[in-house]
């Protein structure tokens, strides 16, 4: 018994002696001097096996070795707290030092608007939907209404993707709209609907200051029964209002669309020039905004629903010429220049 009474005291002084941070002080001092499981406590417990005539004895000595490798530890403590001091000094940092040139980061401004617009349109109970930027020809040109031989296909110049491994025939591409996800959505949550779709996507074209290869899309659908062209409009107007948070002029005008039909151009008075003409507005003093009608029969049908009881209204818009509009940005490449002297502005 004695025996292991010391044996305990050497390894304790031992292991106290390599303590290095106030974790590893932490564990040691569990290890015995835990009620329930530490080694000290163990001795206690051992001294009850001992006769009568010897625990005196052994309990004076328990209470030593406890005292001496309490000692021990607390004289440790004062070694770990006088290098801890140490190391601060050295790292000293003034906290009353003026830090205003380090600026914190903030939400580029593409994602601040489609944030706000998701939460619009949250409000008015739509659903908030995602798809994927590669997509296959068939949701992206076929499933919409446009046939391979369609002449609107011309219109959105496409980047076509090689064939993947385990794609089968089925022709790739970077989608050049979100309104994919119609299709998608329709087929996943059938009728009645209401979601719109924010998200990247792609043309082959020239950049200028109002047109970029990659730009940003929100696509809208709603449908049920007996929708028409005034809750097309209503759910339109609410969005401006919320969105530019002022009254904007607008004009409603036929437009064609594969995946719509009647189809409608919606365009509001160019924020920038005030209407007066300028690069962005191409001169006219409008801004074409969105495309927008009531959703093709065949669409529907594509979406396995039914168009003789169901209706709904289709709309998409480029969120990335409504970053523009509310920042008055003239020039769309800014955005995705990564020039932080421009987006240090927001």
């Not at 209401?194 to 200051?209: I, K, L, S």
């Not at 818009?317 to 995705?336: A, F, P």
Request: proline letters at 4%.
């Amino acid at each position: 018994m004695e025996l292991n009474i010391k044996k305990i005291k050497e390894q304790a002084f031992e292991e106290i002696e390599e303590i290095k941070s106030s974790e590893e002080w932490q564990e040691i001092r569990n290890k015995y001097f835990s009620r329930k499981s530490g080694e000290l406590a163990k001795l206690i417990k051992d001294v009850k096996e001992v006769s009568d005539d010897l625990k005196p004895k052994f309990g004076t000595l328990v209470n030593q070795v406890k005292e001496e490798i309490g000692s021990a530890l607390d004289q440790k403590w004062a070694e770990l707290e006088k290098d801890q001091s140490k190391n601060l000094d050295k790292d000293f940092i003034d906290v009353t030092l003026n830090i205003d040139k380090y600026k914190l980061g903030h939400l580029h401004p593409m994602t601040q608007i489609q944030t706000e617009l998701e939460d619009i349109f949250k409000s008015m109970g739509f659903m908030i939907l995602d798809g994927p930027e590669l997509e296959s020809d068939y949701y992206n040109f076929e499933a919409l209404n446009i046939p391979s031989w369609h002449p609107a296909r011309d219109a959105q110049d496409t980047f076509y993707v090689e064939e993947l491994p385990n794609s089968g025939k089925e022709k790739l591409v970077l989608r050049t709209h979100t309104s994919p996800v119609q299709v998608r959505a329709m087929q996943k949550y059938g009728a009645p609907l209401r979601c719109v779709v924010p998200g990247r996507v792609f043309r082959n074209e020239a950049t200028d200051a109002s047109h970029d290869h990659t730009f940003y899309q929100l696509e809208g659908l709603m449908i049920d029964k007996d929708i028409s062209i005034a809750n097309l409009v209503a759910v339109m107007k609410e969005m401006l209002s919320a969105i530019f948070k002022q009254e904007v002029k607008v004009r409603l005008r036929p437009g064609y669309f594969p995946f719509v039909e009647p189809g409608f151009e919606l365009d509001f008075g160019c924020l920038i020039c005030q209407g007066n003409g300028c690069s962005v507005c191409k001169q006219t003093g409008w801004i074409e905004f969105v495309g927008s009608g009531m959703v093709h029969p065949n669409v529907l049908k594509y979406g396995g629903i039914d168009p003789d009881k169901w209706s709904g209204f289709a709309f998409g818009l480029g969120t990335t010429r409504l970053v523009m509009m509310k920042y008055s940005i003239d020039d769309i490449r800014l955005l995705q220049s990564g020039d932080l002297r421009f987006l240090n502005q927001f």
